[in-house]
């Protein structure tokens, strides 16, 4: 028998990323919500405008997060990583190429897809 995931089921789990509140451009991967604060260099308040689901690029389904311009940088450091969460709960992270960052200055951040590929039999 072969292998099936309804895309009511991949969109559940892309509306609950929707639901984030920030993006925070982190030094490291935190390992929960908490863990944020100690490696956040810059953050920004995002919502639910912030987000397009849509088919796959290639099958499954995706949500689009919105590029950020102008964030302002908090704390200097080498960001690594891109995080989202909803105010307690860090929900999705995602890395990106090493970029220093100096506080008191502002970073841009592009746009990207969080994606769930069809299952394959």
């Known amino acids: 028998m072969a292998k099936f995931t309804n895309d009511v089921v991949l ?3 892309l509306d609950k990323i929707a639901t984030a509140t920030r993006m925070v451009v982190t030094s490291a991967q935190p390992a929960n919500f908490a863990g ?3 490696v956040a260099l810059a953050d920004v308040v995002v919502d639910s405008g912030d987000f397009t ?5 290639t ?7 919105a590029a950020q311009s102008g964030v302002n940088v ?5 960001a690594t990583h891109v995080c989202l969460d ?27 897809d969080v994606e769930f590929a069809d299952v394959t039999p």
Request: cysteine-free; hydrophobic content about 35%.
């Open 86 to 112: 909803d105010g307690t709960t860090l929900l999705h992270v995602t890395t990106m190429t090493g970029q220093a960052l100096t506080s008191g200055n502002t970073a841009n951040i592009g746009a990207y």
């Open 36 to 38: 944020i604060a100690a």
């Open 53 to 57: 689901k849509a088919n796959g690029d």
């Open 59 to 65: 099958s499954g389904r995706k949500v689009t997060v």
């Open 11 to 13: 969109d559940a789990a």
């Open 74 to 78: 908090d704390t200097s450091g080498t």
